[in-house]
């Protein structure tokens, strides 16, 4: 089985910056595309990044381009999410999660999932 654990979360200000890890249990990590998605209270699970089993090619949201970056070390079996300019709306619980497809932002397409991580930008 694979575990994913999301850590880096807390509590920042808008316009503050906070990196979220993701780290993966398993021998096959550097075979699987991986993705960052986020959760609001009352809100349903978005799509915000992802990134190919290499590391090659990223995609991301809207809401977040320009503003977040997604990377992964697979001699770590990490993955992060690097978050800039955070704003008030970025204020979500966050996951990473693991997919056998490229560029894909429907989590129906993600085989598994971390607990996530709180975010909280306050204004």
């Known amino acids: 089985q694979v575990q994913l654990v999301e850590s880096g979360g807390g509590l920042v200000q808008a316009g503050d910056s906070l990196r979220l890890s993701c780290a993966a249990s398993?021998?096959?990590?550097?075979?699987?595309?991986m993705g960052w998605f986020r959760q609001a209270p009352g809100k349903e699970r978005k799509f915000v990044a992802t990134i190919t089993w290499n590391g090659g090619s990223t995609y991301y949201a809207d809401s977040v381009k320009g503003r977040f970056t997604i990377s992964r070390d697979n001699a770590k079996n990490t993955m992060y999410l690097q978050m800039n300019s955070l704003k008030p709306e970025d204020t979500a619980v966050y996951y990473c999660?693991?997919?056998?497809?490229?560029?894909?932002?429907?989590?129906?397409?993600?085989?598994?999932w971390g607990q996530g991580t709180q975010v909280t930008v306050s204004s």
């Open positions: 999660a693991r997919t056998y497809y490229s560029f894909s932002s429907d989590l129906r397409n993600y085989d598994s």
């Open positions: 398993g021998r096959s990590f550097g075979s699987y595309a």
